[in-house]
């Protein structure tokens, strides 16, 4: 190095870059306190809103699905009514019941003449 | 962690951002131009700087090999990225100075100041980090990921360019 060169060097050693404001010693120290995390950026807080807004706004859609599933849906019996369908005795159809007399001598009357034969 | 490790922690970083602030400044300012926006970059690349730090103590692997160049090298991440979030905002801060200076010196702070706005960006560097950072070549080569040979030619260069800007100046 030549020796206008160490004297340049020496010369602009003697400037000094000024000193550090207080305000970033106070947010250094802020951050670090705060475990070294950075604030959160506007972008990144508008993302949040959204994406919290988007989660509300489905929670509100899969809630009213539910609602409209569960309302269209046939109502179940009162258990007092279930009980005294259980309890009332089955009513006979009229095909079930037993011809009576009456019946048979109707029939027999319409019945052809082999019928008596048959009987004696 | 206890009070007295949170104390201690807390003078350690003081006196690593006394050391250290006022050249970080001065070396973010390279690409941030306004005193505000390099004061910023100082702020996030110092945590990100400490916060690794810790991390290294707390026993996390870590790559560092020299502190005071990782230290430099965050604020220049720092500073980048600033820049190019700011970059149509970019303009030169004229009246508030890079430099104090003794009275008798001001002629020269002025002519420094913008001497070293001419140096090609890459001289610049060089130079704030070693003659205000105090930083060593093999410093700023590991810093700059290049050969400490190279950060020696490019100050040397930059001197020799810088003293021929300050007598043309000097001249004027």
Same mark, same amino acid.
């Given at each position: 190095?030549? +020796?206008?060169?160490?004297?340049? +060097?020496?010369?602009?050693?003697?400037?000094? *870059?000024?000193?550090?404001?207080?305000?970033?010693?106070?947010?250094?120290?802020?951050?670090?306190?705060? #475990?070294?995390?950075? *604030?959160?950026?506007?972008?990144?807080?508008?993302?949040?809103?959204?994406? #919290?807004?988007?989660?509300?706004?489905?929670?509100?859609?899969? #809630?009213?699905?539910?609602?409209?599933?569960?309302?269209?849906?046939?109502?179940?019996?009162? *258990?007092?009514?279930?009980?005294?369908?259980?309890?009332?005795?089955?009513v006979p159809s009229p095909v079930a019941l037993p011809p009576t007399i009456g019946q048979y001598q109707q029939a027999l009357a319409r019945s052809s003449d082999v019928v008596p034969e048959i009987l004696r | 962690m206890s009070t007295s490790g949170v104390g201690e922690d807390d003078q350690a970083w003081r006196a690593w951002l006394g050391r250290h602030g006022p050249a970080l400044v001065l070396y973010a300012r390279q690409w941030c131009r306004t005193r505000p926006d390099s004061e910023d970059a100082v702020q996030d690349g110092f945590?990100?700087?400490?916060?690794?730090?810790?991390?290294?103590?707390?026993g996390a692997p870590s790559q560092v090999r020299d502190e005071t160049a990782y230290l430099f090298a965050c604020v220049r991440t720092a500073a980048l990225d600033l820049a190019r979030a700011a970059g149509r905002r970019r303009h030169h801060e004229g009246n508030v100075s890079a430099f104090e200076a003794p009275a008798d010196r001001e002629d020269l702070r002025e002519v420094v100041e913008v001497a070293l706005e001419k140096l090609p960006e890459e001289q610049r560097e060089v130079l704030v980090l070693k003659i205000w950072a105090g930083l060593t070549f093999a410093q700023i080569g590991e810093l700059l990921a290049i050969p400490a040979n190279t950060a020696s030619s490019r100050y040397r260069y930059a001197l020799e360019r810088l003293e021929a800007l300050l007598a043309k100046e000097f001249s004027q």
């Open positions: 190095m030549t +020796e206008s060169s160490k004297r340049l +060097e020496a010369e602009l050693a003697s400037l000094r *870059p000024s000193p550090l404001s207080p305000r970033v010693v106070d947010a250094i120290a802020d951050a670090l306190a705060d #475990g070294g995390r950075a *604030p959160l950026r506007f972008a990144d807080r508008c993302l949040l809103a959204v994406m #919290g807004a988007g989660s509300l706004a489905a929670c509100v859609i899969v #809630g009213l699905i539910v609602w409209q599933i569960a309302g269209s849906a046939p109502h179940a019996m009162p *258990p007092q009514q279930q009980m005294l369908a259980v309890q009332t005795p089955a | 945590v990100r700087f400490w916060k690794s730090r810790q991390d290294a103590g707390a």
